[in-house]
């Protein structure tokens, strides 16, 4: 541990209850809404992950961005949601002009999600490059939506915190241009590297999740199981997390209980379904429930 980095907290039900999630009253509006970007012809299944996840962690308005050729599928799937058809390219993923067609939605959510499912880094970072400068956040960046992080790390400065970071390994060491291997053997350091770098939150995970916040505050999260590590699951917790945004959580309580609630919702369906075999999928619905062990 280095001498000037904080000892991780470690997240547990205690610490969550002692920083409560905004209670929102009223209609759906006082819930907040959310806009999930994200998708390409090959990959659509995980902005839908994605989306139900912001909407299990009481998000009240639900708005998804995605190619135009997968749009009338979300449509059907998503019967909650508000759905902008985006100019794709050749290749079927988000083309770089859709930035301009989704730019009104974005300005008006009270949080963005940007990443789930999309491919093409060119095309992607070239997205990200003409839509971020005029968000105000919340804003989520996951997977391939950290490209123009990548390439620009100042890129986010201007929102002042108000972000949160979920990568996973692989993509925090893309993030950070350095091996994996230095994030496996330093994940609090690169995690708290890369929030002070991007001036962001970062939600690095794994096996054990890392919090870390640009002010230098740093937690560990040790929930969850080995059943997690299965395709969509990122996608849940980015959804997770970008919910809990929409609501008015403060990024970095975000980013904690969304990776406590993910990491839990795996534990409860290891306990019905089966240590290993549950699909990202069911995720999702448990979060309710999860939510509702450590309401105040």
């Not at 091996?179 to 609090?188: G, L, N, S």
């Not at 997770?240 to 209980?257: H, M």
């Amino acid at each position: 541990m280095s001498p000037s980095r904080p000892d991780p907290v470690l997240v547990t039900p205690e610490v969550l209850r002692n920083w409560p999630l905004p209670e929102p009253s009223g209609g759906k509006n006082a819930r907040g809404s959310i806009l999930v970007i994200g998708g390409s012809t090959e990959t659509l299944g995980a902005v839908l992950l994605a989306a139900v996840a912001a909407m299990r962690a009481g998000a009240g308005k639900l708005q998804v961005a995605t190619v135009a050729s997968m749009a009338p599928h979300v449509a059907t799937a998503l019967p909650e949601a508000l759905v902008r058809a985006l100019p794709q390219t050749d290749g079927g993923a988000i083309a770089p002009e859709a930035a301009d067609t989704v730019r009104d939605l974005a300005e008006a959510a009270d949080a963005v999600l940007i990443g789930p499912g999309m491919a093409d880094k060119e095309a992607t970072q070239a997205f990200g490059e003409r839509l971020l400068p005029h968000l105000h956040g919340p804003l989520t960046l996951d997977a391939l939506g950290l490209a123009t992080v990548t390439a620009e790390e100042s890129c986010v400065h201007h929102l002042e915190g108000r972000v949160v970071l979920t990568p996973n390994p692989t993509e925090a060491a893309y993030a950070l241009h350095v091996d994996e291997d230095r994030i496996d053997e330093d994940p609090a350091g690169s995690a708290a590297d890369l929030a002070a770098r991007t001036r962001a939150v970062v939600g690095l995970g794994g096996a054990t999740s890392w919090i870390a916040a640009p002010d230098g505050r740093l937690w560990r999260d040790d929930s969850g199981n080995a059943g997690l590590g299965v395709s969509g699951s990122g996608d849940v917790r980015a959804g997770i997390t970008g919910g809990l945004l929409a609501r008015g959580a403060e990024p970095a309580q975000a980013a904690l209980w969304a990776a406590w609630l993910h990491g839990r919702a795996g534990e409860r369906l290891a306990s019905s379904v089966g240590r290993l075999g549950f699909l990202a999928r069911e995720l999702p619905g448990e979060v309710p429930a999860a939510l509702a062990e450590v309401a105040p």
